[in-house]
C-alpha cells in the first residue's frame, strides 16, 4: 500500500494543525504484554506520526487494509497510573 506522506506534510484535524514528523516501516518479530491487535502474520507496515504545536500528536497506521487515525496529546507518565509494569535493569 502506498502512503502519500512526506516528512514536513501538513494536516488538520478538529481545527488542530499536525506536521508529519517521522514515517516508520516497521515488522514484528515479537511483543511482550498485551496489545489491542493481532501481530503475527502481519507484513512490513508503516507508521506516520505528527506532532501539533500544542502538545497533541497524531498516528496514521497503515498496518490494515484501511489506515486507521489515532489523536491523542502528551501527559506526564504518572498521569497514565499505569499497573503491574515490568522492571528493567537500569531503568528508573
Not at 13 to 26: F, R, S
Request: net charge negative; with cysteine; charged share 25%.
Amino acid at each position: 500500500m502506498p502512503v502519500e506522506c512526506k516528512v514536513g506534510q501538513r494536516y488538520t484535524w478538529d481545527n488542530e494543525p499536525y506536521t508529519v514528523t517521522t514515517i516508520t516501516k516497521a515488522h514484528y518479530s515479537g511483543v511482550d504484554g498485551e496489545l489491542p491487535f493481532q501481530y503475527w502474520d502481519k507484513q512490513d507496515v508503516v507508521f506516520v506520526d505528527l506532532m501539533s504545536p500544542n502538545v497533541k500528536f497524531a498516528t496514521l497506521d497503515y498496518s490494515d487494509e484501511a489506515p486507521a487515525l489515532y489523536l491523542g496529546e502528551s501527559v506526564d507518565f504518572d498521569f497514565l497510573k499505569l499497573k503491574n509494569l515490568r522492571s528493567f535493569e537500569g531503568w528508573s
